[in-house]
Nanobody, 123 residues
Framework: VQLQASGGGTVQAGGSLRLSCAAS????????MGWFRQAPGKEREFVAA????????YDADSVKGRFTISRDNAKSTVYLQMNSLKPEDTAVYYC?????????????????WGKGTLVTVSS
């Protein structure tokens, strides 16, 4: 399994970005997926997760109402729409595949990770 995240960039505060994470392999639709982020000097933190069918979504309190996770199983891709961006959202964003019995909210609950895409929000 390979995960490739894209869509990062530099945006002013209040702006929007849409991240994509394309997965290889034929089992994408069987797994829950998540987005995490890691700022310099900080641990990787949970952002959002979505179950295999897209019917259950989990968000971090810090992004509720601003970020939306979605997926397209036909394209083996998970998305993160980020609106009303703030400077504190600046980080490298990673997509991950959740282990069947893993926590949605902890990085240890995921096995495969993409390389990450950098999001920089200027004030």
């Amino acid at each position: 399994v390979q995960l490739q995240a894209s869509g990062g960039g530099t945006v002013q505060a209040g702006g929007s970005l849409r991240l994509s994470c394309a997965a290889s392999g034929r089992t994408f639709s069987s797994y829950d997926m998540g987005w995490f982020r890691q700022a310099p000097g900080k641990e990787r933190e949970f952002v959002a997760a979505i179950n295999w069918g897209g019917g259950r979504i989990y968000d971090a309190d810090s992004v509720k109402g601003r970020f939306t996770i979605s997926r397209d199983n036909a394209k083996s891709t998970v998305y993160l729409q980020m609106n009303s961006l703030k400077p504190e959202d600046t980080a490298v964003y990673y997509c991950g595949r959740r282990l069947p019995s893993g926590s949605y909210y902890s990085a240890t609950g995921y096995d495969y990770w993409g390389k990450g895409t950098l999001v920089t929000v200027s004030s």
